[in-house]
């Protein structure tokens, strides 16, 4: 078994990493930049070691200061978490040419993965049902408007090394093509030093269904079902339930076998999700693979029992998954909300600043995963997810009642947040309660929502 696990991420998912190893007695080293010094994730750590300063591409981005941190510590493995070098197949590589386990899987399933177009090229030999678009990369605009005459408007350009909704553009006519292509490029290479862009036919209200898999160095394969993601804002996931109930069960395992197919199309090993959409006759396409573990993953653990990050660092250890795909049950329904620093009656806007009174929701069926707490500052230089809530019940009923109940306990004072929103949401979306949502549907949703706030109701 790993014996010292360097993570490389900070906040609420650090925080889960280093309670997982905790559990399972192995030693830890937090890495923090100088923003985040006194933060209550590096406590939970054996120990902890600055990496550089508040910038993200001088600490947490900082490869050089994360290998030489693991290196002087005598870490055996890494945690990347999400986000940052989590999906850098350079890192990954590195990592292991340093004789140190990378708890995720290889380089070449990251890059293969983690590069869209390629993956999508790769689905559509292996079988696995993909969104009519480009055949890999689109070089001109000129080229977009062909394919898209033949495929048919409206349709999207996405940015091929993607991720967080950034570098998607949706165009409904030759006129616009222009302008969106020279945009998505843009916006691609200034979030992910790359400017490749792909494109797709824009499905009209599908839904986002994914799976969460897991597979051993054994060569064992297995899902833990599928999970519906689509409340989001701008493309950007905001609550997220599992299992994706909409579908039938046979539906579920359809896109369950899909998800598998892909992860052995790469060879891949650890924790892994396969993205879909689904279309209004419930026929689903995959649009993409996350090669780590997800923001989402506890609604999983909820329905399944299974702690994923412990299961990651098994695999990483070489052992073989300790449960076999007849052994996973699922149990109930469980929904996360991502609690962010930012006001939703202000676009959105990111609000840093600190917190004063903080009161965090408990009880029966509730998990509450974050690094915050009274006085904590909510800086500006990183994601402004700052909490995540989740419960799970019976079934979806029971636990939109409980989210509900969760939501009015939580109190937090000093900072704009994202609850009042969930909040109306669930207690106020006839459409929500009953499932009839999309992924456009928040969007479209999102002024009818916020109004009783607007006319000065306070939650
Ligand atoms: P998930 O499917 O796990 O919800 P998201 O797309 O929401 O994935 O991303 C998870 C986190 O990782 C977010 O905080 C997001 O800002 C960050 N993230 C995603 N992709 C990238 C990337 N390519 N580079 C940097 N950060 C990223
Ligand atoms: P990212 O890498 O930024 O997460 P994805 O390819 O996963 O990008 O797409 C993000 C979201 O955009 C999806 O969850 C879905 O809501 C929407 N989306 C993606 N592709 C399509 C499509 N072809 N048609 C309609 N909506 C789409
Ligand atoms: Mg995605």
């Known amino acids: 078994m790993l014996k010292r696990v360097l993570v490389a991420n900070r906040g609420e998912i650090a925080a889960r990493i280093l309670r997982a190893c905790r559990e399972m007695n192995i030693e830890t080293v937090a890495v923090f930049s100088e923003a985040d010094r006194d933060s209550f994730f590096t406590s939970l750590a054996t120990r902890s070691i600055c990496i550089g300063p508040a910038a993200a591409k001088d600490s947490y981005l900082n490869q050089n200061a994360i290998l030489s941190a693991a290196l002087y510590t005598h870490c ?24 140190i386990t990378f708890i995720g899987p290889s380089a070449h399933a990251i890059a ?20 009519p678009g480009s055949n890999g990369l689109v070089a001109t605009a000129e080229e977009a408007k062909a394919i898209a005459e033949e495929i048919g408007y409206p349709v999207l350009l996405k940015a091929t090394s993607g991720g967080g909704g950034r570098g998607i553009r949706k165009i409904s006519s030759p006129e616009e093509m222009e302008q969106a292509f020279v945009s998505s490029q843009a916006e691609a290479l200034a979030c992910f030093g790359q400017n490749g862009v792909y494109l797709e036919k824009l499905l ?3 839904r986002h269904v994914e799976v969460q898999i897991l597979a051993d160095s054994h060569g064992s394969y297995v899902h833990l079902g599928t999970r519906d993601c689509s409340i989001q804002r701008n493309h950007q996931k905001l609550l997220e339930e599992a299992p994706a109930v909409f579908l039938s069960n046979e539906e579920q395992d359809r896109l369950a076998a899909d998800a598998l197919k892909a992860a052995r199309a790469v060879d891949y090993t650890n924790a892994g999700t396969v993205e879909f959409i689904v279309d209004e006759d419930n026929s689903h396409y995959f649009i993409e693979m996350n090669t780590r573990i997800q923001v989402e993953h506890p ?37 996360e909300c991502r609690i962010n620093a930012e006001d939703p009656m202000n676009g959105f806007k990111p609000c840093p600043g600190a ?28 994601d402004s997810m700052i909490a995540k809530i989740i ?29 009042p929103l969930h909040y109306m949401l669930l207690m106020y979306s006839p459409d929500f309660i009953s499932n009839q949502i999309d992924v456009s549907f928040l969007d479209s949703k999102l002024s009818d929502l916020l109004q009783p706030l607007d006319e000065g109701i306070e939650l």
Do not use: C
């Open 76 to 99: 055996d493995s890494i945690h990347p978490g999400y986000g940052f070098l989590s999906e850098n197949a350079e890192f990954a590589e590195r990592v292991a040419q340093a004789g």
């Open 112 to 131: 293969t993965m983690g590069d869209k177009s390629t993956a999508i090229k790769l689905m559509r030999t292996s079988g696995v049902p993909v969104v």
């Open 204 to 206: 009209l209200k599908p």
């Open 299 to 335: 609604v999983t653990e909820k329905i399944t029992g299974i702690n994923i990050i412990r299961e990651q660092i098994r695999i990483a250890s070489g052992y073989p998954l300790s449960f076999s795909q007849d052994e996973v049950v699922f149990r109930g329904h469980a929904i």
């Open 355 to 382: 917190i004063e009174l903080l009161h965090l929701p408990s009880g029966f069926g509730v998990r509450v995963d974050t690094a915050i707490h009274p006085q904590y500052e909510v800086t500006p230089y990183y």
């Open 391 to 419: 419960v799970s019940g019976r079934n979806r009923h029971e636990a939109i009642y409980r989210m509900r109940r969760a939501l009015e306990e939580t109190f937090i004072s000093g900072i704009k947040t994202t609850i």
